[in-house]
T-cell receptor
Framework: RKEVEQDPGPFNVPEGATVAFNCTYS??????FFWYRQDCRKEPKLLMS???SGNEDGRFTAQLNRASQYISLLIRDSKLSDSATYLC???????????FGSGTRLLVRP | SAVISQKPSRDICQRGTSLTIQCQVD?????MFWYRQQPGQSLTLIAT?????????ESGFVIDKFPISRPNLTFSTLTVSNLSPEDSSIYLC????????????FGSGTRLTVV
């Protein structure tokens, strides 16, 4: 079993749609959780950290369920510019080492 | 967050040669990380570079193949040695330090093609 698992997609949605990505992780000792965005041929960029209480940044909402070891990202009112690969990232237990999911590709069409 | 300058951005190298990648950070950071992203894959940590000590390598990566230098708190190099076509990948450096805020910042990557 992979340490971090994501649905690879692609998710193909129209502009304005709401789309949700899910991620599960295997290490119950993990403490830090992130969503990164990676555009084609670019480096990953931090989209948001994920906290137990859930957090929202504009159109983006991230949630964490520690009991189920499950992380989600919700994007509302999708824009063309949201088209990218979204990486679920978890630290390895108590260490600084990051484990990357394989990414979920999002395509937003006009 | 920190700003990382990584170079070269891309290179095409002959088999058996080596490529050294540099990362310069605009602030002092405790740890620098080197990742590999193979075509169509996600990122895999190669090693962690700490200033003043040898790098710590992940399973499957060895110092002879991926020597790393970390001469100070703002700079690191990764060398990919004795290149083979299987080394064709994107290599990225990353930092997470006291001044960079939550999460990790990545360099823009080095796209290596071995011919």
């Amino acid at each position: 079993r992979k340490e971090v698992e994501q649905d690879p997609g692609p998710f193909n949605v129209p502009e304005g749609a709401t789309v949700a990505f899910n991620c599960t992780y295997s290490n119950s000792a993990s403490q830090s959780f992130f969503w990164y965005r990676q555009d084609c041929r670019k480096e990953p960029k931090l989209l948001m950290s994920v906290y137990s209480s859930g957090n929202e940044d504009g159109r983006f909402t991230a949630q964490l369920n520690r009991a189920s070891q499950y992380i989600s990202l919700l994007i509302r009112d999708s824009k063309l510019s949201d088209s990218a690969t979204y990486l679920c990232v978890v630290n390895s237990g108590s260490s600084y080492k990051l484990i990357f999911g394989s990414g979920t590709r999002l395509l937003v069409r006009p | 967050s920190a700003v990382i300058s990584q170079k070269p951005s891309r290179d095409i190298c002959q088999r058996g040669t080596s490529l050294t990648i540099q990362c310069q950070v605009d602030s002092q950071v405790t740890m620098m990380f080197w990742y590999r992203q193979q075509p169509g894959q996600s990122l895999t940590l190669i090693a962690t570079a700490n200033q003043g000590s040898e790098a710590t390598y992940e399973s499957g990566f060895v110092i002879d193949k991926f020597p790393i230098s970390r001469p100070n708190l703002t700079f690191s190099t990764l060398t990919v040695s004795n290149l083979s076509p299987e080394d064709s990948s994107i290599y990225l450096c990353s930092v997470e330090g006291e001044m960079t805020g939550p999460g990790y910042t990545f360099g823009s990557g080095t796209r290596l093609t071995v011919v």
